[in-house]
């Protein structure tokens, strides 16, 4: 069994190190540095990831450019800012593996009262029931840390280069009929401020941008390969 961790980064070169050195023994890191200007990409080099430049600004860009040069038959997905633990990511795959989902998201639990900002919740509680409106899909958070099969991944077609990717992702594998399972991750203060959801500028850019994910029509993709009844989240 393959694994590649993909890691969007941009400017986090603090948190790097403790991210990496938890990566499961035996799967690959792969960071895709989009644009840092603090040496993300040497520390990145230095602990062993596989580098990847994305110039094309956007979490939806980083991210697909990983996919793009994932070789592994397991592909996930995490944050590089240390507020997730990248060993618990095994526990998710593992799912994916024995054939109980097919898409396994990680379920965030906070720490501490200021890990995860008031309005980043809020809005990530209206766009779970926006979800469940257009798929059917009961879910809890649309959080980052995520794994599925890297050739199913492909099969969606996934277009958005922007905060919608991660959102797309789970709508167009809703429409597939994949089976959706959510795992309670402990959520930790991330290193240094969020170029997403540190501010309500930028968490009202992101629910913009998920706002048209939602608004496209249903486009049932292939199948994971694996037999799936009508979508459902399994807590």
Wanted: hydrophobic fraction near 40%.
């Amino acid at each position: 069994m393959t694994v590649d961790v993909v890691l969007p980064c941009l400017d986090e070169s603090g948190a790097l190190p403790w991210v990496l050195t938890r990566i499961p023994s035996g799967w690959r890191a792969v960071v895709v540095d989009n644009g840092s200007t603090d040496g993300s990409a040497e520390v990145a080099a230095a602990y062993g990831a596989t580098v990847v430049r994305e110039p094309r600004r956007g979490f939806g860009a980083a991210c697909h450019a990983g996919l793009l040069a994932s070789d592994a038959e397991f592909v996930c997905f995490c944050d590089c800012d240390a507020s997730l633990d990248p060993g618990l990511l095994s526990g998710l795959v593992a799912q994916v593996a024995d054939g109980s989902a097919d898409l396994v998201l990680g379920r965030r639990r906070p720490t501490t009262r200021g890990a995860w900002p008031v309005h980043a919740r809020a809005a990530n509680l209206a766009l779970s029931v926006l979800v469940h409106r257009r798929t059917g899909l009961r879910l809890h958070d649309l959080g980052p840390m995520r794994a599925a099969r890297r050739e199913a991944l492909l099969g969606l077609g996934l277009t958005d280069r922007r905060s919608g990717y991660p959102l797309q992702m789970v709508v167009r594998a809703a429409d597939s009929g994949w089976r959706v399972r959510e795992n309670e991750v402990p959520y930790l203060p991330r290193a240094g401020r969020s170029k997403v959801t540190g501010t309500w500028k930028g968490t009202w850019q992101a629910v913009r941008d998920m706002r048209r994910v939602l608004d496209e029509p249903v486009s049932p993709g292939p199948g994971p390969g694996l037999p799936a009844a009508s979508p459902r989240v399994r807590p």
